[in-house]
Each structure stands twice: as structure tokens, then as C-alpha cells.
């Protein structure tokens, strides 16, 4: 219901192309919120809208859609081998990384735009600024980016934004099971003759609900009582199940 | 079906954890432990977070047990003082072994340590098993029942503070059930297991208890640890998650009802040396893990 009424707020717009302050690209997503419930197994969210001139036109423009999560800092360690067996040894610490991170466009951004734009406006896991503590070896920034990779919480190019007719496109963006919960940014860029000429910002709000979110924030904000609970539980759960599977 | 772990924070398939909850309970029937030692790893295996899998392991193995040791204080098997003495230890070490975890945690050591915990302690105590059930059946083979003492005077005996343990029919210091309380209440909050299979055997051959008592009061330390363990563990590490620990309860409960009934048409040293060679093999998995070169050389971690 909420889509077709952003559909139909999306088309009114389309259908005013005589305004001269109409912006040239217009964007929506198809939810701004992603629940994560007891049942969540990830999600998936449609980025669709259109631009104001013909994509097909020469020069070509193309469209980025690049969305990023939460910043998170993490410990990256390389297993070292000690008497024989596998240690976790030196490390390196990126105090800020975003916590999901999706690129997609209608080609390789590196065909789109020169590297100072992709620097700018962070297009690419070469261009995302990973400030990093410790170790300063690069293979510690290659391992986080294939280990963000291997999880799906960072991806390129996994869905291809597509174009239908001349004016409308769309991408999909997976959020894989593991996701934070958090506000996410949604940046949408029309970039033509190796610029970016217009870009729109969304956002996103993935939120834990229901049973998952109480028991995460219970355990999180009061977890003496939230261990009392679990013990209890437990307690509970095993009587419960002796007294059901007692055989007579 | 897939379940969202609150704590774990990740989407797992509820019939899988139903499954190993079951299997492990059954097993626990059948060798009369509470298969703490076969499920943390398990979990671990199953890629769930070492932290969580060790908390909930401890959560589920109090629910477990619970039944057990009513079903036992009911028939008069549980001797309270020798009980309480343990726990007393059991406390100390629990609540010195969560403090030990979050230090690992910190360090980033938590999977190699934890693996390495099992490795040694389970290579230990099934070795013992193993040997101890093989010898006893070639004996019963050879037909010469030895007479055994109800329990040998060692140096341990000499200890002061005795205490007389009526149900035990013991006099004995109270610093070596301390000390074992102790210990495996450190074990027991590391690796996230009630530690009966290792607790039952100190009881028999170290203090010289009466088999009759020694389950009973053994799972009146393990509900109690375990307890403690589930309480710090949420409390100061945050990594007890009800999720799993219910739906693992859920298929342990009916699991272990399955292995009970068929454990009662073993033998005794049979089902011992089996359940030694399980030790033996759930040790062996977990070294050949640690030695083996891993298949990424990096690892990532929250910092924390």
C-alpha cells in the first residue's frame, strides 16, 4: 500500500516535467525501514526513480546507487603459527568502517569517473577511508575487505542497476541475515562527461522488533536481571520438560 | 526454518539447533552427563560466536541437569554438605573463570583458548576412561573380581578443618573438595560445560565417595555452577542468549528422555569406555582443527 502511494507520488512528478526547477534525478526506495524480527533471514530493498533527461542520450549519464550502514570499529588479526598450533597474533584496528556497504551503477564506476570524484564521494572499496590503528602492513585492509566480502555486509556491483524505457531505472540492495541495526544512507548519483551532475540522498532505518528486540535491549541495558531471567528460564524449561517426557 | 539469535545476532535454522539440542541429549541419557562438552563445540562448529556458544552451552546444561537432580534428590542420592562444599569451591572458580573469559575475550584468544581447554581436558579424561573401562572389563573377561577398599588413605587424608560427611561415609578435610570445586568451576565457565564428566571420576577416585551418591551430588554442583556461570556470563560478558539455550533445551529434554531408556540396557563399563571414546573423538576433532593450517589466514572481530 505505502508503495503504491510512493508510486503515485513518484508519477505525479514524472508527470510535471514542465516545472523548470524539477530536480534531475528523482529517487525513492521501495521501504524506509527493514525489520529485523525473530523470523529475519535478510532483506532486500528496491531503489527505484527516474531522471529528467533521457539516459540513452549522448554523452551517456549514468546512475550510482551506493548505500552504506553504521560505522563499527573492528580488530582485524592474522593467525600466526605457534609450537604448532593456530594463534591469533598481531592485529590492526579500523576504529571506523561502515558496517554494510553496497555499490552498484550502470557500468564500473572506474569507467564513470575519474578517481578523485570515486575518492569523493567514496565509490569503490579502493576509495572507502579505513583509518587504521596498529599494524600498518596492507594486507590487513585486503583481509577486511574479503572478509566484509565472504559475509555479504559489503558488496559491488551484486545487482546491476537497470534502466526501463528511457527515463525509469531501479537497483536492488541485499542486506544479508547479519545486518546491524541502525540508520542507513541510500545516495543516489547521476554523473555525466566524468562528473557527478546531481545526487539525492535516502535513508533507511533497519530496526530489531518484536521478541528479538526486547531481548537484545534487555540483555544490553539491564543484564544482571536478564541473567536472572535466563536462569530462571532454563530452570523452568528443564522441570517443564520432565514433567511432559516422564515415562510412567 | 530460520531463527533470529538476539544475542548472537544471527539468522540460524531452528530444526538444526533442535537437532543437536536432541542428538546431545540423547546422548547425555545414554552416558548419564549433560553433553555440555559435545555441544559447545558443536555450536562453535555450527559458526556460532565462541562467547555465545560457551554462555548459552552453561545455560543449557543448568536446564538440562535440572531434572536430573530432582529426579536423584528424590531417591536420597544427593549429599548436601559434600554439595554445598563443592559449590562453595564451584563459586570461586566460576565467578575467577568469567573474569579469566572476558580477559581472553579482550585479547582476542576466546576460540584458541577455548579449543584448547577441550583439547587437553577431554584428551585427559577420556584417555582415563578409555583405560579404566577396558581394564575393568578384561578383568570381568578373566573372571577374578578384585576386592577394592571402600577408599585408600593417601596423604589427602592427612589435611586438617575435617568435616564428617554422613551421607559419604567420609572424614575428610574439606580443602580437597574445595579444590575441585574450584577447579572445575573455572573449567565450567571457560568452556561453558557443567563438567560431571569430569567432576564424577575426581569424586569416585579422589575423595572415595560411594558411587550411589557421587551422580546425584555431582548434579547438584553442576545445576549450581552452571547457574552461576549463566548469571556472570550475561551479567559481564553479555553473551547468554535465551534464543538458542530454548530451542537447544526444547529438542535436549525430549533427546535425553530416548537416550535414558536405551542406556539402561548397557553395561556399565561398556557404556563408559564408549563414552570415553566420544571424549577421545570430540578432542581429537577439535586439535586437528587447531593444528591444521587455517583456510584464512585473517580474522575479524568487533573491538571491545
Same mark, same amino acid.
Given at each position: 500500500?505505502?508503495?503504491?502511494?510512493?508510486?503515485?507520488?513518484?508519477?505525479?512528478?514524472?508527470?510535471?516535467?514542465?516545472?523548470?526547477?524539477?530536480?534531475?534525478?528523482?529517487?525513492?526506495?521501495?521501504?524506509?525501514?527493514?525489520?529485523?524480527?525473530?523470523?529475519?533471514?535478510?532483506?532486500?530493498?528496491?531503489?527505484?526513480?527516474?531522471?529528467?533527461?533521457?539516459?540513452?542520450?549522448?554523452?551517456?549519464?549514468?546512475?550510482?546507487?551506493?548505500?552504506?550502514?553504521?560505522?563499527?570499529?573492528?580488530?582485524?588479526? =592474522? +593467525?600466526?603459527?605457534?609450537?604448532?598450533?593456530?594463534?591469533?597474533?598481531?592485529?590492526?584496528?579500523?576504529?571506523?568502517?561502515?558496517?554494510?556497504?553496497?555499490?552498484?551503477?550502470?557500468?564500473?564506476?572506474?569507467?564513470?569517473?575519474?578517481?578523485?570524484?570515486?575518492?569523493?564521494?567514496?565509490?569503490?572499496?579502493?576509495?572507502?577511508?579505513?583509518?587504521?590503528?596498529?599494524?600498518?602492513?596492507?594486507?590487513?585492509?585486503?583481509?577486511?575487505? %574479503?572478509? +566484509?566480502?565472504?559475509?555479504?555486509?559489503?558488496? %559491488?556491483?551484486?545487482?546491476?542497476?537497470? =534502466? @526501463?524505457?528511457?527515463?525509469?531505472?531501479?537497483?536492488?540492495?541485499?542486506?544479508?541475515?547479519?545486518?546491524? @541495526?541502525?540508520?542507513?544512507?541510500?545516495?543516489?548519483?547521476?554523473?555525466?562527461?566524468?562528473?557527478?551532475?546531481?545526487?539525492?540522498?535516502?535513508?533507511?532505518?533497519?530496526? =530489531?522488533?518484536?521478541?528479538?528486540?526486547?531481548?537484545?535491549?534487555? @540483555?544490553?541495558?539491564?543484564?544482571?536481571?536478564?541473567?536472572?531471567?535466563?536462569?530462571?528460564?532454563?530452570?523452568?524449561?528443564?522441570?517443564?520438560?520432565?514433567?511432559?517426557?516422564?515415562?510412567? | 526454518?530460520?531463527?533470529?539469535?538476539?544475542?548472537?545476532?544471527?539468522?540460524?535454522?531452528?530444526? !538444526?539447533?533442535?537437532?543437536? $539440542?536432541?542428538g546431545v $541429549?540423547w546422548l547425555s541419557g545414554l552416558f548419564g552427563v549433560g553433553g555440555g562438552f559435545l555441544l559447545t563445540p558443536l555450536?562453535m562448529l555450527?559458526?556460532?560466536?565462541?562467547?555465545?556458544?560457551?554462555?548459552?552451552g552453561?545455560?543449557?546444561t543448568? /536446564?538440562?541437569?535440572?531434572?536430573?537432580?530432582?529426579?536423584?534428590?528424590?531417591?536420597?542420592?544427593?549429599?548436601?554438605?559434600? /554439595? !554445598?562444599?563443592?559449590?562453595?569451591?564451584?563459586? !570461586? /572458580?566460576?565467578?575467577? $573463570?568469567?573474569?579469566?573469559?572476558?580477559?581472553?575475550?579482550?585479547?582476542?584468544?576466546?576460540?584458541?583458548?577455548v579449543s584448547l581447554f577441550y583439547v587437553v581436558i577431554l584428551g585427559i579424561v577420556g584417555a582415563l576412561m578409555v583405560r579404566e573401562s577396558v581394564?575393568a572389563?578384561? *578383568?570381568?573377561? *578373566?573372571?577374578?573380581?578384585?576386592?577394592?577398599? !571402600?577408599?585408600?588413605?593417601?596423604?589427602?587424608?592427612?589435611?586438617?578443618?575435617?568435616? *564428617?560427611?554422613?551421607?559419604?561415609?567420609?572424614?575428610?578435610?574439606?580443602?580437597?573438595?574445595?579444590?575441585?570445586?574450584?577447579?572445575i $568451576?573455572?573449567l565450567s565457565?571457560?568452556m561453558g560445560v557443567g563438567g560431571g564428566f569430569m567432576l564424577v571420576p575426581a569424586?569416585i577416585y579422589?575423595? /572415595?565417595?560411594?558411587?550411589?551418591?557421587?551422580?546425584?551430588?555431582s548434579?547438584?554442583?553442576v545445576?549450581?555452577?552452571?547457574?552461576?556461570?549463566?548469571?556472570?556470563?550475561?551479567?559481564?560478558?553479555?553473551?547468554?542468549?535465551?534464543?538458542?539455550?530454548?530451542?537447544?533445551?526444547?529438542?535436549?529434554?525430549?533427546?535425553?528422555?530416548?537416550g535414558?531408556?536405551?542406556g539402561?540396557?548397557l553395561?556399565g563399563e561398556e557404556t563408559r569406555a564408549l563414552l570415553g571414546l566420544l571424549v577421545l573423538s570430540v578432542a581429537f576433532g577439535l586439535a586437528w582443527n587447531l593444528?591444521?593450517?587455517?583456510?584464512?589466514?585473517?580474522?575479524?572481530?568487533?573491538?571491545?
Open positions: 500500500m505505502m508503495l503504491l502511494a510512493r508510486a503515485l507520488v513518484l508519477l505525479g512528478s514524472l508527470m510535471a516535467p514542465a516545472l523548470a526547477s524539477a530536480p534531475p534525478i528523482t529517487a525513492e526506495l521501495s521501504t524506509d525501514r527493514v525489520d529485523i524480527s525473530t523470523g529475519f533471514t535478510g532483506a532486500s530493498v528496491l531503489v527505484f526513480g527516474a531522471t529528467q533527461s533521457f539516459l540513452g542520450v549522448d554523452p551517456p549519464e549514468d546512475l550510482i546507487v551506493v548505500a552504506t550502514g553504521p560505522t563499527q570499529g573492528v580488530v582485524v588479526r =592474522r +593467525k600466526i603459527n605457534v609450537l604448532g598450533i593456530w594463534l591469533n597474533g598481531p592485529s590492526t584496528r579500523f576504529p571506523d568502517v561502515p558496517g554494510f556497504y553496497a555499490l552498484t551503477a550502470t557500468r564500473r564506476v572506474w569507467e564513470i569517473l575519474p578517481e578523485e570524484e570515486r575518492r569523493q564521494y567514496r565509490l569503490g572499496f579502493d576509495n572507502l577511508r579505513l583509518r587504521s590503528e596498529g599494524n600498518s602492513n596492507p594486507a590487513f585492509r585486503a583481509a577486511l575487505l %574479503e572478509l +566484509k566480502q565472504s559475509g555479504g555486509r559489503w558488496h %559491488e556491483y551484486a545487482a546491476p542497476v537497470s =534502466r @526501463a524505457g528511457e527515463r525509469l531505472f531501479s537497483a536492488r540492495i541485499a542486506f544479508p541475515a547479519t545486518v546491524q @541495526a541502525g540508520d542507513y544512507q541510500i545516495e543516489v548519483l547521476l554523473a555525466r562527461e566524468n562528473r557527478v551532475i546531481a545526487r539525492q540522498e535516502l535513508s533507511l532505518r533497519v530496526e =530489531r522488533v518484536g521478541t528479538a528486540a526486547d531481548i537484545a535491549s534487555l @540483555a544490553r541495558g539491564q543484564p544482571l536481571l536478564y541473567g536472572v531471567l535466563c536462569v530462571v528460564l532454563a530452570v523452568l524449561a528443564g522441570w517443564l520438560g520432565s514433567v511432559l517426557f516422564r515415562r510412567n | 526454518m530460520q531463527v533470529y539469535l538476539p544475542i548472537a545476532e544471527m539468522s540460524v535454522d531452528a530444526l !538444526l539447533l533442535l537437532g543437536i $539440542g536432541f $541429549g555450536l555450527i559458526g556460532i560466536p565462541s562467547a555465545v556458544a560457551v554462555a548459552s552453561a545455560n543449557q543448568l /536446564g538440562a541437569s535440572i531434572s536430573g537432580l530432582v529426579a536423584q534428590w528424590r531417591r536420597g542420592n544427593v549429599d548436601w554438605r559434600m /554439595g !554445598l562444599t563443592l559449590f562453595a569451591g564451584g563459586l !570461586l /572458580g566460576s565467578a575467577l $573463570g568469567v573474569q579469566i573469559f572476558a580477559l581472553l575475550k579482550r585479547w582476542g584468544q576466546v576460540d584458541v583458548a581394564s572389563l578384561l *578383568r570381568r573377561r *578373566r573372571g577374578a573380581a578384585p576386592r577394592r577398599k !571402600l577408599h585408600e588413605h593417601t596423604w589427602l587424608h592427612g589435611l586438617p578443618f575435617k568435616l *564428617r560427611f554422613r551421607d559419604s561415609r567420609l572424614y575428610i578435610s574439606v580443602i580437597p573438595p574445595l579444590a575441585i570445586g574450584f577447579g $568451576g573455572i565457565a571457560i569424586m579422589i575423595l /572415595g565417595m560411594p558411587t550411589a551418591i557421587v551422580i546425584g551430588t548434579l547438584f554442583q545445576v549450581f555452577v552452571s547457574a552461576n556461570v549463566t548469571l556472570l556470563q550475561a551479567w559481564q560478558v553479555g553473551s547468554v542468549d535465551i534464543v538458542l539455550t530454548m530451542l537447544l533445551l526444547a529438542g535436549g529434554v525430549a533427546g535425553a528422555q530416548f535414558a531408556a536405551m539402561t540396557k553395561r593444528l591444521q593450517t587455517p583456510s584464512r589466514a585473517f580474522t575479524l572481530g568487533p573491538i571491545s
